[in-house]
C-alpha cells in the first residue's frame, strides 16, 4: 500500500560513515513505530533500530554507540547515521514498521559494503 524507498548505501572503508535515508509514502507516518533492519549473505534480516514517533528508541547491541536513528515526520522520513563501520556491518539495510509483527511490502533496500 505504501512503498518504502531507502537511499545513501555504498562502499566505504572500516570506521568511516555513511547515513540512509528512507522515504516512505506512508499516510499519517507520524503514527508508526519505524525501524532498520539489515540482511547479511546467507542471513535473514534482523532488526537493528526503531523509534517511536515521540522518540524513544531501541538499538540491538552489535550497533549500539555507532548508529544513530532519527525520523522527520514531516518529511516522512527515516534516517540511520552508521559511524565507525565494520565489515560485519556490510548488509543490505531496509526500513519498516516495527514494534509488532506487521510490515509493509519490502522496498529494494540498500546496499553498504564495508572493506578495505
Known amino acids: 500500500q505504501a512503498p518504502l524507498v531507502e537511499s545513501g548505501g555504498g562502499l566505504v572503508q572500516p570506521g568511516g560513515s555513511l547515513r540512509l535515508s528512507c522515504a516512505a509514502s506512508i499516510r499519517i507516518f507520524s503514527v508508526y513505530t519505524m525501524g532498520w533492519y539489515r540482511q547479511a549473505p546467507g542471513q535473514q534480516r534482523e532488526l537493528i533500530a526503531s523509534?517511536?514517533?515521540?522518540?524513544?528508541?531501541y538499538y540491538t547491541d552489535s550497533v549500539k554507540g555507532r548508529f544513530t536513528i532519527s525520523r522527520d515526520n514531516a518529511k516522512n522520513t527515516l534516517y540511520l547515521q552508521m559511524n565507525s563501520l565494520k565489515p560485519e556491518d556490510t548488509a543490505v539495510y531496509y526500513c519498516?514498521?516495527?514494534?509488532?509483527?506487521?510490515?509493509?511490502?519490502w522496498g529494494r533496500g540498500t546496499q553498504v559494503t564495508v572493506s578495505s
Open positions: 523509534i517511536v514517533s515521540g522518540g524513544t528508541i
Open positions: 519498516n514498521r516495527a514494534g509488532d509483527p506487521l510490515r509493509w511490502n
